[in-house]
């Protein structure tokens, strides 16, 4: 059946670093989401891509979908304290008739101050 | 607008025992979903509904039920409560199939002893 994995699973950083976190599916994607979890939390939509090589940004996040629409990154640039928490793609399958929204198992992003 | 509501929050239960999780929304939601949460694993689709009185397996559904006699309620039942079924759980809706923006419940915490 159809997996998203997402790695890195972890990532610590410096306030102000970079941070990329990065979606892979074993089927081609009709799209792709982005969820971010706070601590204790549920998940908060952040964007949704559908077209191949999509790019879209959001304040310092940058979001794209691969030209094959089997992969996803999520880039934060200058990451701040405010952006700590996990953060999940999830893809629907090629099919448009499943209806099954499959979640990576998310990196959760700690910032140090 | 409420959103999507869950209850219990917290919920113990011994082995054995059975429950129904209630997940309700208020925005006439055609979609929704039942998730679990473990460490490590991601969100893990349980369930999900379509439409009042259709309903699909995901990738977990072993050990909980589901139906949807209308269009806000969408509850989830465990027949025989195991401790593996120790995870928060997540009740989702969307406006349209998996294509749409997600809107998540603020989760219920249950532990099987």
């Known amino acids: 059946g159809q997996q998203v994995m997402q790695i890195p699973q972890y990532q610590h950083v410096q306030e102000g670093e970079d941070f990329t976190t990065y979606c892979n599916s074993s089927t081609t994607l009709s799209n792709i989401q982005w969820y971010k979890q706070r601590p204790g939390g549920h998940p908060v939509f952040l964007i949704q891509l559908v077209k191949s090589g999509e790019v879209k940004k959001q304040k310092r996040l940058t979001f794209q979908f691969g030209e094959a629409k089997k992969n996803s990154s999520l880039h934060i640039t200058a990451t701040q304290t405010t952006d700590v928490g996990t953060y999940f793609c999830?893809?629907?399958?090629?099919?448009?008739?499943?209806?099954?929204?499959?979640f990576g198992q998310g990196t959760t992003l700690q910032v140090k101050p | 607008n409420a959103g999507v509501t869950q209850t219990p929050k917290f919920q113990v239960l011994k082995t054995g025992q059975s429950m129904t999780l209630q997940c309700a929304q208020d925005?006439?939601?055609?979609?929704m979903s039942w998730y679990r949460q473990d460490p490590g694993m991601g969100l893990r689709l349980i369930h999900y509904?379509?439409?009042?009185?259709?309903?699909d397996q995901g990738e977990v559904p072993n050990g909980y039920n589901v139906s949807r006699s209308t269009t806000e309620d969408f509850p989830l039942r465990l027949l025989s409560a195991a401790p593996s079924q120790t995870s928060v759980y997540f009740c989702?809706?969307?406006?349209?199939?998996?294509?749409?923006?997600?809107?998540f419940g603020p989760g219920t915490r249950l532990t099987v002893t």
């Open positions: 509904s379509v439409g009042a009185g259709i309903t």
């Open positions: 989702a809706s969307s406006g349209g199939l998996a294509m749409d923006e997600q809107y």
């Open positions: 999830a893809g629907k399958g090629g099919s448009s008739n499943t209806g099954k929204l499959i």
């Open positions: 925005m006439n939601h055609e979609y």
